[in-house]
């Protein structure tokens, strides 16, 4: 149904992209902007949901970008239910960035929060996109957007993080647009239809080299092993940045491309058919395995978080390849799920840096005592992720399990179950240590500003929320039922 | 009553201008920069006219002097030659704006001589576009060059052995290009394109006409730059002045590349570039291995302009390599990246100008800080840059993603692989240069940059600026409008092919 | 006709345009020495116009003027304008260049003092 709502989705990110510069010299004008604009995003995109539940959504068509494929936004239940994570998650963000970087000091802020405008703008694209080249355009967009963010301390290091990540995500956007090309040859068509695109009667070489393109494509941001060394690189950056972009917006479109591609392109039986549903899902049960080891090994915290993300993603990679309505509806609620724990686990993380200059596991002994709410959150959003009934994590784990199961797939069942026992393993310790051990010696420890707490303690809450009222605030597990309806249904 | 002189108005306004040049310099010095601009300007516009006519009239025939085709001079402006003439007088006004606001005390002196050469350039560019027969081609485009071996000479220093270079290389490619046509003439009789259209096929001498086309071929590729017959191409546009580096660079080797598509698409007919012939192989090929060698010479290059010369030896090779796929999608692509690249070429290398001018050198070490004092400039460097990497909606990303489409729909695997190559080759070098100019490496968190030596602000001045954003903004437009293009005039334009 | 003779009445002049071709090719890309350059670019513009008038040579044959009385002679009889105007043109533009080229000599000369390309590199640095 056309309306000028799904474009109207993407206005305030570009006017705070507009308007950021202009208030450089005004911090408390420039940061209005952003709030204002994240403020305006959430309620246009809690305006989209109705009309995705009901029916195919609405959808904005501009301008032709090539002959025959349109700039269009579709706010369809997939795509509501991602722009719906990165608004929200914008909104707290850019209250916790301000407590940040004004604590810290952090130079170059105007080119900061215009960059988080411009990116999440782009990640809003991503999510409502209707056809492969929107898609694309928006995605670019955001490797582009993003780049100075994780560049910001502009160290040595960080410069080099940079190169690995651009090196890493334009590349995939080399094989993405492959991938996009030679589904215009083959297929005829750009647009996202649920259950594929592709004629039953493509041949398996062209199915099997479409899918290897669009989904190396995606990969990479999804941080699927071994595509993933990206990740802890880039969390050389300031920690809100490692909190929206790279909990959430970065890798959750990697994921969300990974469940477009398999469920509107492709298609599950096609994808089945060539037998590369099995390739994929090894790939990423693998992933969940080596990186929640690799998490039990790390001292840094936030390289411990990020390893613990390229884990949990590849929980929503696996549940797209097996493509049950459980492990479908299970990964799209996940992409929520995680998103919002996981967020707040780093804004915990650049909280204790504030207060305390600490970013090392062992040097955490002791300090929930000093900072109470915020390592409470902590230990609740751990848990949480881990799976532990009635917070969000059990839930999505238990659609992916059950599932599974139903789809006859016991060995994917498994890993899931071992991975959130590894869970406990890398979290656990730190809880431990935080508040049994004796508190450190400094005397003048204590909780940093409430702009940093608060954000802490709402995502830690909602991530208990999500798990016992999984429809508020926006109707997020009918919505990825609906998605994994659509997507299944086709047939 | 002009409409219908506008195909000789194209070439004889700028040549009129470039005559009275001089003289208006030895009167009035301080009026030359204005003139220049002036006229650059109603080129521009009389090119747009001329657009619009052909668009709504079709292609327009002019007899000059009244005399009939094939005995008389026939100017011709069909759908694709409107375009380029859009684009090559569009970027060309707007270098001699940037050139009446660019004070290098260098070409101080000599205001006059310099103007008026690059007006006679222009000339010969836009004649190359509506000659209609060979000949005429073969002079406009020594016209053409000549006025810019000298231009380039100009203000001396090393520009003198690299023009000297140019001279060489550039007469040889144009001796080249005229036995070919000798060929061609002695095979048929005639020089007139429409006219050995209709008499080559019939000629039945498939050698003699592959072999003048080679001829063509070589000799407009080496005023092309393409690779391997590039070697004069980084010299001159690293030691040219700036301002005639900007004008240069963009358009000289897209209109010998539209001559040379001319030349083997109307000329000698559809069957000899299709369905992998020789010389389309070798076009392709050729194409290929120009996008490859031009992206991995720019890598380790220390000078700005040193390394935009080597992309536009790669992103030359992207044009050739359109026309060697020889099919509708490709060669919209090889058309549209005549536009994108002669934009983002042209503000790139008006960035490198006024960095130079600003902060002390063109090296990619003076670049440093440059985001701090000049941050108009920068957002032009950034947009061009992004567009060179192929990120959309700037336009670059739209001519890669026609010749993708091109590649893959005639299942050539490895072109389409090199397309792409190319991409991240560009990412990799003009990463480089966004690195040096928009970040300040600290040793630590803590450290901060020391201020800019010699001031804050040092933006570039208005009439260097606006050509700047201008073309900015056109980047960005050519690639949202890009369908539009494509479709409208394009796509049609190709499909006429035959004049 | 002897052969010699033959042979310069049918293919011979482009066999020489060529080898002159090949000459000033030769020419420019060995030698170091810019003026030996020039002269080899000269050579080789010089032969591909001897190629083009060599083809159009016509034995005995007349201006093509048609006298104002009438009588105009067969078609035959008449020599082809075309590709000797053609050629003029050819020979200006041939001068054309070597005018800019000999005047960027003259100031590479001027500055540098010498004709040698790895001098003049030298003393670029």
């Known amino acids: ?491 | 009553m002009i409409r219908d002189h506008l195909p000789v108005l194209l070439v004889v306004v700028p040549l009129l201008a470039a005559i009275l040049t001089p003289l208006v310099a030895a009167a009035a010095p301080r009026a030359v920069r204005g003139l220049t601009a002036g006229t650059a300007v109603a080129t521009a516009l009389l090119a747009l006219a001329g657009a619009a006519r052909v668009l709504e009239a079709g292609t327009q025939r002019y007899h000059v002097g009244g005399w009939a085709p094939p005995w008389g001079i026939e100017l011709v402006l069909d759908p694709l030659g409107a375009f380029v003439a859009v684009v090559v007088t569009g970027v060309t006004a707007c270098g001699l704006v940037y050139a009446a606001g660019f004070d290098d005390p260098r070409l101080a002196d000599r205001q006059g001589a310099t103007a008026a050469l690059l007006l006679l350039v222009l000339a010969g560019l836009t004649g190359m576009v509506v000659a209609g027969d060979l000949f005429n081609l073969f002079v406009f485009l020594e016209v053409a060059s000549l006025a810019s071996y000298a231009v380039i000479a100009v203000a001396g220093g090393p520009a003198l052995l690299a023009a000297f270079r140019y001279v060489v290389l550039g007469s040889l490619g144009a001796s080249l290009y005229l036995l070919g046509v000798a060929y061609l003439y002695f095979l048929t009789g005639t020089l007139n394109v429409a006219d050995l259209a209709e008499r080559v096929p019939g000629a039945d001498a498939p050698r003699l006409v592959a072999t003048a086309a080679g001829l063509m071929a070589i000799g407009l590729g080496i005023k092309m730059g393409v690779f391997p017959l590039h070697g004069w191409l980084p010299d001159v546009y690293t030691h040219a002045p700036a301002p005639v580096a900007a004008l240069l660079a963009p358009v000289a080797g897209k209109v010998a590349a539209y001559a040379l598509a001319r030349v083997l698409f109307s000329v000698l007919g559809a069957g000899i570039v299709v369905d992998r012939s020789f010389l389309a192989l070798a076009l392709a090929w050729l194409g290929a291995a120009s996008i490859l060698a031009g992206g991995v010479l720019a890598l380790r290059q220390t000078d700005l302009r040193r390394l935009l010369a080597y992309s536009s030896v790669s992103q030359m090779g992207y044009i050739v390599l359109g026309l060697g796929l020889a099919d509708a999608t490709s060669l919209a692509g090889a058309y549209l990246h005549v536009l994108n690249h002669a934009l983002m070429k042209a503000c790139l290398f008006f960035v490198a100008g006024a960095a130079a001018l600003r902060l002390g050198g063109a090296r990619l070490a003076d670049l440093r800080t440059m985001h701090r004092r000049m941050p108009l400039t920068t957002l032009c460097l950034v947009v061009a840059a992004l567009s060179m990497i192929g990120v959309p909606p700037a336009g670059g990303f739209f001519s890669k993603w026609y010749l993708l489409l091109g590649a893959l729909g005639q299942e050539r695997w490895a072109l389409a692989a090199v397309i792409l190559a190319g991409g991240l080759l560009a990412v990799a070098y003009m990463f480089r240069v966004l690195e040096h100019a928009c970040l300040e490496p600290r040793a630590d968190e803590d450290h901060h940059p020391p201020a800019p030596r010699g001031g804050r602000w040092a933006e570039a001045g208005p009439a260097m600026l606006a050509p700047m954003l201008l073309l900015s903004a056109g980047i960005v437009a050519a690639g949202l409008g890009n369908a539009w293009i494509v479709s409208a005039v394009l796509l049609p334009g190709v499909a006429v092919g035959g004049r | ?125």
């Open chain 3, 1 to 125: 006709m002897t052969g010699a003779a033959a042979w310069l009445a049918g293919v011979g002049p482009y066999w020489i345009a060529i080898l002159l071709l090949a000459l000033g090719l030769y020419a420019m890309i060995a030698h170091g020495n810019l003026m030996k350059k020039l002269i080899g670019l000269n050579i080789l513009q010089t032969a591909v116009i001897l190629f083009f008038l060599s083809a159009s040579a016509k034995w005995r044959a007349t201006l093509p003027i048609v006298p104002a009385a009438g009588g105009a002679a067969p078609p035959s009889a008449y020599a082809n304008p075309l590709p000797h105007a053609l050629m003029l043109t050819a020979i200006v533009v041939m001068v054309a260049t070597l005018g800019v080229a000999l005047a960027l000599l003259v100031r590479l000369y001027r500055r540098y003092g010498s004709f040698e390309e790895d001098v003049i590199l030298g003393r670029m640095e």
């Open chain 1, 1 to 491: 149904m056309p309306s000028l709502l799904p474009g109207a989705a993407l206005l305030p990110a570009l006017l705070a992209g507009l308007l950021i510069p202009w208030s450089g010299r005004a911090p408390n004008l420039r940061e209005a902007w952003s709030l204002l604009a994240a403020a305006a995003q959430c309620a246009v995109v809690a305006a989209l949901a109705p009309a995705a539940l009901a029916g195919p959504g609405l959808e904005t068509r501009l301008l032709d970008l090539s002959p025959g494929v349109a700039l269009a936004l579709r706010a369809d239940a997939l795509g509501v239910v991602f722009a719906a994570l990165s608004s929200g998650l914008w909104l707290l963000t850019t209250v916790y960035s301000i407590g940040y970087v004004r604590s810290l000091g952090e130079h170059a802020q105007t080119r900061y929060f215009f960059c988080f405008a411009v990116a999440v703008g782009a990640a809003v694209g991503v999510a409502l996109a209707a056809n492969l080249l929107t898609f694309f355009l928006f995605y670019e967009i955001l490797t582009v957007a993003t780049y100075p963010l994780v560049v910001h301390k502009e160290t040595p290091a960080a410069v080099r993080a940079g190169r690995v990540y651009l090196a890493y995500t334009l590349g995939a956007g080399g094989a993405l647009l492959a991938g996009v090309a030679a589904t215009w040859v083959v297929a005829g068509t750009l647009e996202f239809r649920p259950g594929g695109v592709l004629d039953p009667a493509t041949a398996p070489a062209a199915v099997l080299a479409l899918g290897a393109l669009l989904v190396l494509g995606v990969a990479v941001k999804a941080a699927v092993m071994p595509l993933h060394a990206w990740l802890p690189l880039a969390m050389i950056a300031p920690t809100p940045v490692s909190a929206l972009l790279h909990a959430v917006a970065v890798v959750k479109a990697g994921v969300f491309g990974v469940l477009r591609v398999v469920g509107y392109v492709i298609g599950p039986d096609a994808l089945a058919a060539v037998g590369a549903g099995g390739v994929l899902a090894a790939a990423a049960g693998a992933t969940i395995v080596l990186a929640s080891l690799a998490a039990l090994g790390q001292d840094n915290l936030k390289r411990l978080l990020a390893f613990s993300t390229v884990s949990q993603l590849s929980y929503i990679v696996l549940g797209a390849a097996l493509a049950t309505p459980g492990t479908l509806t299970g990964a799209v609620q996940h992409m929520v799920n995680h998103g919002t724990l996981k967020i707040s686990l780093f804004f915990c993380a650049g909280a204790i840096y504030v207060a305390t200059g600490r970013e090392r596991v062992s040097e955490l002994g002791g300090i929930g005592r000093r900072l109470p709410v915020t390592m409470g959150a902590f230990a609740v959003a751990a848990l949480a992720l881990a799976g532990t009934p009635p917070a969000a994590g059990f839930l999505s784990k238990w659609y992916l399990i059950g599932g599974a199961i139903e789809g006859g797939a016991w060995p994917a069942a498994l890993v899931y179950l071992s991975s959130s026992l590894l869970n406990l393993a890398y979290f656990f310790p730190i809880v431990v240590a935080a508040f049994f051990r004796p508190p450190p010696a400094d005397a003048d420890l204590r909780e940093p500003s409430p702009l940093l707490v608060a954000p802490v303690a709402i995502t830690a809450g909602a991530g208990v929320l999500l798990g016992l009222a999984p429809n508020l605030p926006v109707a997020f597990l009918d919505l990825a039922a609906r998605a994994a309806g659509d997507v299944l249904g086709a047939r």
